[in-house]
DNA sequence: GGCCAGGTGTAAA
DNA sequence: TTTACACATGGC
């Protein structure tokens, strides 16, 4: 058992599937991943609904409705005229390769993926993950800081990607599990400021303490 | 009022 | 290769 998937099983055991990604099809889950970019997830559900009642979840309609008209629809999610014009880019790419499924299905995804303009690493291993079932595991902010209090571990996306797939079963349910999994708990306990897993001297109820020293 | 949120692109050191 | 900054709204 590796340390990673010791912590994956404690996550999974107190937690519960979190069932992600949040989304009614692969082109709302690739929406979603673009919106929630620095921003809170309810801020991207505010919006989605927006975007929902004006029937602009597919590509080709958020190809032709009015860049303003978008930049308002999307408002709620922050960064919204950058936002607006990344949902058009890969809109755009969607449509030029010949449709959500065809496009999910191309073999470098990633690599197509990147080269979107507004499509980094995290956004593009998302869509590939959630949306692709793809195996790449998907690191995150929470994940980045979770690695380095849990297991002194420090790094760059790619090194700490790296860490992931090492150490964990290649698996896209897990992997997606995983991720959902460490948000959640990024979340509720791994705050940017908070010292509650900081290391974990104290505080009983940190899921990141040792199993032996923990209450779990 | 200040901090934070499921990042990315660009420019400068 | 790393660091700083702009991008912007909403919850606590």
Redesign the pocket.
Known sequence: MTPTMDLYQRLLEHFGPQK???AETRFEMMV??IL????????VE?AIDNLKKEGCLTPMSIWEIEKAHLEELI??T?????KAARLKRLSRCVLENGGVDHFLRQENLRDALLEI????????D?IALYAGDRPIFVV???TMRIVKRAFGFEG?YDDVQDYFQNTVPTDIEIYKEFHALL?RL??ENC???SPVCDGCPVNPLCLLRKPSASIF
């Open positions: 992600w990604w949040p979603g991943a929630t970019q620095n921003v809170n997830w309810n801020n505010t408002r709620p922050g960064f919204y005229r950058q303009k507004g499509i980094g690493p995290e956004t593009a998302s995150d902010a929470y760059s948000v990024g979340k705050s940017k400021r």
